[in-house]
């Protein structure tokens, strides 16, 4: 009995680790393109910046604005970069 009760504790030890691991790594993905993201939106809005580069800034934005709430943020990050 006591074999059985060891193993379960292990089974939901590990269960939980998973989950706390995909946790952190959104929680280590979203700042990261947040922080992306401003500053794709500051050359977007700078006046000094090539129109060419403003526009694939722009359209990086508007793509990453389509698909955020259906992909996760690490998804998002490893399609952009």
Not at 11 to 22: D, I, V
Not at 24 to 50: G, R
Request: glycine fraction near 2%; charged fraction near 25%.
């Amino acid at each position: 009995m006591s074999m059985k009760t060891s193993l379960l504790a292990l089974t939901l030890a590990a269960a939980t680790m998973g989950s706390t691991n995909a946790l952190a790594l959104d929680d280590y993905c979203t700042p990261k393109l947040n922080d992306y993201l401003e500053k794709l939106q500051a050359t977007v809005d700078s006046k000094y910046m090539p129109s060419s580069q403003k526009e694939t800034a722009q359209k990086v934005l508007d793509k990453v604005s389509a698909s955020r709430n259906e992909e996760g943020d690490c998804l998002i990050l490893e399609d952009i970069l």
